[in-house]
T-cell receptor, first 113, second 111 residues
Framework: GAGVSQSPRYKVAKRGQDVALRCDPI?????LFWYQQALGQGPEFLTY????????KSGLPSDRFFAERPEGSVSTLKIQRTQQEDSAVYLC???????????FGPGTRLTVT | QKEVEQDPGPLSVPEGAIVSLNCTYS??????FMWYRQYSRKGPELLMY????GNKEDGRFTAQVDKSSKYISLFIRDSQPSDSATYLC???????????FGAGTRLFVKA
């Protein structure tokens, strides 16, 4: 079946603009994760959803970052008033029920100029 | 000090060599240990998933976990040029949502 998809794949934003990044998880996957991956680093946890409930948002770096999953499937990560330090790849992953393995999407590469 | 330490490499080996990749960690609460492979401009792909201490083998890949030393390893036998990628270790606590990744080791396998 189809894997995790993310859109857009690439996004260039001017400093101060708002951006919205979309994640379509694998059908039937209850858990959804967002990560930020800086160049040359491993992914860093941002937030976690179980269905529509956001159970952990401790990794969101500031109140400019907001994530939602209103119907328990598609999720959107929104970054307001983007800054240069927000430039990174944003990865989405999903997990099936009762399993911990995460399946990653290809990521959205955000460049803030 | 980071919770998970991983040598970023790069590690360059000839085709057919045995590759050893390692991570150390500081939090004894970690119980689930994973290895991911990430090709350039792609998302990480799960290779191995182990619970607690011990060994797990899957084809050319063997994962080892030594909880007493807080040390995990991934061995790749008969390495191929297609194994050239970044290898990320990752771990979580029981009942935890947050997965902690190492920085990744870049591996180059030369034909």
């Amino acid at each position: 079946g189809a894997g995790v998809s993310q859109s857009p794949r690439y996004k260039v934003a001017k400093r101060g603009q708002d951006v919205a990044l979309r994640c379509d998880p694998i059908s039937g996957h209850v858990s959804l994760f967002w990560y930020q991956q800086a160049l040359g680093q491993g992914p860093e946890f941002l937030t976690y959803f179980q269905n529509e409930a956001q159970l952990d948002k401790s990794g969101l770096p500031s109140d400019r970052f907001f994530a939602e999953r209103p119907e328990g499937s598609v999720s959107t990560l929104k970054i307001q008033r983007t800054q240069q330090e927000d430039s990174a790849v944003y990865l989405c992953a999903s997990s099936p029920p009762t399993k911990d393995e995460q399946y990653f999407g290809p990521g959205t590469r955000l460049t803030v100029t | 000090q980071k919770e998970v330490e991983q040598d970023p490499g790069p590690l360059s080996v000839p085709e057919g060599a045995i590759v050893s990749l390692n991570c150390t960690y500081s939090n004894s609460a970690f119980q689930y240990f994973m290895w991911y492979r990430q090709y350039s401009r792609k998302g990480p792909e799960l290779l191995m998933y182990t619970y607690s201490s011990g060994n797990k083998e899957d084809g050319r890949f063997t994962a080892q976990v030594d909880k007493s030393s807080k040390y995990i390893s991934l061995f790749i036998r008969d390495s191929q040029p297609s194994d050239s990628a970044t290898y990320l270790c990752a771990m979580t606590r029981t009942g935890g949502f947050k997965t902690i990744f190492g920085a990744g080791t870049r591996l180059f396998v030369k034909a």
